[in-house]
């Protein structure tokens, strides 16, 4: 599906800043505060019965999370999920598999 909106980058870098995006509330919600800054930058991915993404974002200063979310197979037509997340992670915390 091609990006509707410039995101600087190929589908997959846009899928990426889609699911970023989506999954901010709910961070937020488990954290209980607002992040001003919300950027992804590092993934990976896990084909499972659907996609797991393991993204490292910055949230401001020099803290970052770690999180997995879950896609789920086009047919189940689910939305996306925060599976699990990691805070207190700097820059140089390497994003495994979790």
Excluded at 39 to 52: D, H, M, P, R, Y
Excluded at 82 to 87: D, I, R, T, V
């Amino acid at each position: 599906m091609p990006c509707s909106r410039p995101c600087g980058g190929s589908p997959l870098t846009c899928d990426l800043l889609h699911i970023n995006n989506s999954v901010k509330l709910q961070v937020e919600e488990k954290e209980g505060k607002k992040f001003e800054v919300f950027n992804a930058v590092e993934f990976k991915t896990q084909l499972v019965a659907g996609i797991n993404y393991f993204i490292k974002v910055h949230v401001g200063n020099e803290e970052f999370l770690h999180l997995r979310v879950f896609k789920s197979l086009p047919h189940e037509n689910k939305p996306l999920s925060l599976a699990s997340y990691q805070s207190s992670k700097t820059t140089h915390d390497e994003l495994a598999y979790f």
